[in-house]
Each structure stands twice: as structure tokens, then as C-alpha cells.
Nanobody
Framework: QVQLVESGGGLVQPGESLRLSCRASGIIFRLYGMDWYRQAPGKQRELVAKISSGGNTNYADFVKGRFAISRDNAKNTVYLQMNSLNSEDTAVYFC???????WGQGTQVTVSS
């Protein structure tokens, strides 16, 4: 009954931007921290960014200064603004509840080179 649904992925050129969205249902969204992960082919899943229920954020070193995580509790949605994308950002991006109990299906981000 808990669902996390990502959207906003696509194909972009290096240097361009995307904003990913993840809408949650079946939970009291405002009470939960939310995370973004990504997984590239042949690689381990890696944490990209976290936002707490209170709005505190943390980022992986490889996206600091380029990505921003935010949330809109009225919309039950967490966002990932991705700027200055490069080919190394190509991956499936997943939204997850902060305790790891619930995951979205992922959205593909492809940055051409």
C-alpha cells in the first residue's frame, strides 16, 4: 500500500539539468526522511542525497554543489534538482524512505557524451 513513484528522468546533454520528483502515498510523508540513490550498470547502488523530516540535507561528495534535494510536504513529494550533469551521472535514480523500508521503481537518467 506504500508507494513511491519517481518521475522526471530522461536524456540530456552534458552540462544540462533535470529535476526528479518522487511522490509518496500510504505514509504520513512529513514524518519521514527521504533519500535519493542511484545505480549505474555494473555498479553498486550509491546514496546521492538525504533530507530529514525537518529539512536537513546531506549529499554525496560527488554531487555537492551540483544537486539539491528538497521536499514539499503538502504534495507528499521529494525532489532532486540536478545541475551540471555529466556522463558519470547516468544511472537509474531511486527514491527511498529514509529507513530503507520503501523504494520506488526508479527513473532513468541518461547524459550523453
Amino acid at each position: 500500500q506504500v508507494q513511491l513513484v519517481e518521475s522526471g528522468g530522461g536524456l540530456v546533454q552534458p552540462g544540462e539539468s533535470l529535476r526528479l520528483s518522487c511522490r509518496a502515498s500510504g505514509i504520513i510523508f512529513r514524518l519521514y526522511g527521504m533519500d535519493w540513490y542511484r545505480q549505474a550498470p555494473g555498479k553498486q547502488r550509491e546514496l546521492v542525497a538525504k533530507i530529514s523530516s525537518g529539512g536537513n540535507t546531506n549529499y554525496a561528495d560527488f554531487v555537492k554543489g551540483r544537486f539539491a534535494i528538497s521536499r514539499d510536504n503538502a504534495k507528499n513529494t521529494v525532489y532532486l534538482q540536478m545541475n551540471s550533469l555529466n556522463s558519470e551521472d547516468t544511472a537509474v535514480y531511486f527514491c527511498a524512505e529514509g529507513a530503507g523500508r520503501y523504494w520506488g521503481q526508479g527513473t532513468q537518467v541518461t547524459v550523453s557524451s
